[in-house]
């Protein structure tokens, strides 16, 4: 169930997914519902076990606007994104691109020009998928990433 909590908005009780997918279908969609498999959650671990049917189901949280290559990418939405914001010894976030292995930080954002300067120079296509860095073949579901 998803719940406002104590709010009265607009709705004055709780809906399932399927309500919200109908009701708003560019927010939710193409949402999975089964057992995340954690590894231990009487114990707070999160971590998704390996038979979680939830690893490499994961989504890109944008995308690049524009094929190009440099320090400099484009992006569709700069907002999900962590450069560290100049405190001393704090780093951005590590990024990776749809499809590929090369890693790259960010060490500045621009949440306006929907931009992220990198630390080395990376090379990508137009629409392609930008996330925090991943293993296997797409992000997983959930607050952690798999090993």
Known sequence: L???GERKLIWEQQHNV????QHFPKLFHNIIEKNPLFMDE????????RQS????????????????S??????????YFYDGYNIEGESGDTIQLENQTQT???????????TLTLDQPLK???NQGVTLKY???APDLGAYESQ
């Open 42 to 49: 009487e114990k707070r671990n999160f971590h998704l076990s």
């Open 124 to 126: 990508w296509s137009n």
């Open 2 to 4: 998803i719940t406002y």
């Open 104 to 114: 790259a930080l960010v060490v500045k954002l621009d949440k306006v020009a929907h």
């Open 135 to 137: 293993h296997g073949a």
């Open 70 to 79: 440099g320090n400099t990418m484009h992006i569709k939405d700069a907002g």
């Open 18 to 21: 399927a309500w919200w997918e």
């Open 53 to 68: 049917g939830l690893i490499n189901k994961g989504t890109y949280l944008t995308s690049t606007i524009a094929a190009g």
